[in-house]
T-cell receptor, first 113, second 113 residues
Framework: KAGVTQTPRYLIKTRGQQVTLSCSPI?????VSWYQQTPGQGLQFLFE???????NKGNFPGRFSGRQFSNSRSEMNVSTLELGDSALYLC????????????FGSGTRLTVV | GQNIDQPTEMTATEGAIVQINCTYQ??????LFWYQQHAGEAPTFLSY????GLEEKGRFSSFLSRSKGYSYLLLKELQMKDSASYLC??????????????FGTGTQLKVEL
């Protein structure tokens, strides 16, 4: 079966702009989580959505937001981009709350210039 | 919160065995993951331990001791393709359930001839 699909793979944006990233989970998976990965901080949890509701949230500013649609696809939005937002953004999906099958997508590489 | 420690770098010889340690201090614990990540790629699931003990999967084994806040990943019969970053991640206990992982900064393993 298809894995977790993230689009686009690469993105270059200018400071101050906003960006929307997309994640399509594995078919049947209802939980979608987002992470930011940078060389200095490693992988950091942004938020998790389950059945269209945000269930958990990390320690990121309000410029980072997300949503989940009825088909479990999720989008993440970053407004007023800063240079420090340059990172690999990864999403992970799982069937439920058990943690089993927690699978990552290939990520979106965002560069802010 | 969670604090996760793992060595930054390790070097081993092809065909040998290597053990990557991970220690954690947590305010809640709901399982521990190991992921492999090659440069520029998504993290790939290796193992998930919820209960104490050893889980074996081919050349890879993972051990967990919840009372000691300790886990290790054992890689046998090392191959050059095993050169990668190995990420230890703790699944937090969160109100209302859900999947929120806290990651260590990763151990960069280099396999040499």
């Amino acid at each position: 079966k298809a894995g977790v699909t993230q689009t686009p793979r690469y993105l270059i944006k200018t400071r101050g702009q906003q960006v929307t990233l997309s994640c399509s989970p594995i078919s049947g998976h209802r939980s979608v989580s987002w992470y930011q990965q940078t060389p200095g901080q490693g992988l950091q949890f942004l938020f998790e959505y389950f059945s269209e509701t945000q269930r958990n949230k990390g320690n990121f500013p309000g410029r980072f937001s997300g949503r989940q649609f009825s088909n479990s696809r999720s989008e993440m939005n970053v407004s007023t981009l800063e240079l420090g937002d340059s990172a690999l953004y990864l999403c992970a999906s799982s069937l439920d709350s058990s943690g089993y099958g927690y699978t990552f997508g290939s990520g979106t590489r965002l560069t802010v210039v | 919160g969670q604090n996760i420690d793992q060595p930054t770098e390790m070097t081993a010889t092809e065909g040998a065995i290597v053990q990557i340690n991970c220690t954690y201090q947590t305010s809640g614990f709901n399982g521990l993951f190991w992921y492999q990540q090659h440069a520029g790629e998504a993290p790939t699931f290796l193992s998930y331990n919820v209960l104490d003990g050893l889980e074996e999967k081919g050349r890879f084994s993972s051990f967990l001791s919840r009372s000691k806040g300790y886990s290790y990943l054992l890689l046998k019969e090392l191959q050059m393709k095993d050169s990668a970053s190995y990420l230890c991640a703790v699944r937090d206990t969160v109100t209302g359930g859900g999947n929120k992982l806290t990651f260590g900064t990763g151990t960069q393993l280099k396999v040499e001839l």
